[in-house]
């Protein structure tokens, strides 16, 4: 059975970073395309991210600078069947349970969906809260 289980969220400091982990089982990680997505308390889900079959990432949360922009990197690691999300300069606003998804579709085209509809298979989440 595909499951997707999110860790490495937490408190910390405004400023700091975070790295969350997505493991994968079931399949083998690096053949599908993901989506990272968070969700605050009495907000919708919103996607942070993707990355595609091929490794390349894409942004979903709406950004206004490009400093805001590069504070997400989405990345998988070949090697433990792992996705990853790093997030530095935590801003309270990134306060949220985040979640990793994948649409299941095996060795996919380039690109990927920010949409949370069209991903098929979610893990539980992880608690991010940012506060001094």
């Known amino acids: 059975q595909v499951q997707l289980v999110e860790s490495g969220g937490g408190l910390v400091n405004p400023g700091g970073s975070l790295r969350l982990t997505c493991a994968g089982s079931?399949?083998?990680?690096?053949?599908?395309?993901f989506g990272w997505f968070r969700q605050a308390p009495g907000k919708e889900r919103e996607a942070v991210g993707c990355?595609?079959?091929?490794?390349?990432?894409?942004?979903?949360?709406?950004m206004y600078s490009a400093s805001a922009e590069s504070r997400f990197t989405i990345s998988k690691d070949y090697t433990d069947n792992t996705l990853h999300l790093q997030i530095d300069f935590l801003k309270p606003e990134d306060t949220a349970r985040y979640f990793c998804?994948?649409?299941?579709?095996?060795?996919?085209?380039?690109?990927?969906?920010?949409?949370?509809?069209?991903?098929?298979?979610w893990g539980q989440g992880t608690q991010v809260t940012v506060a001094s």
């Open positions: 998804a994948t649409d299941l579709v095996l060795n996919a085209g380039p690109g990927c969906a920010i949409d949370p509809r069209k991903y098929d298979r």
């Open positions: 079931g399949f083998h990680l690096p053949y599908y395309r």
């Open positions: 990355i595609d079959g091929d490794g390349r990432s894409y942004r979903g949360v709406p």
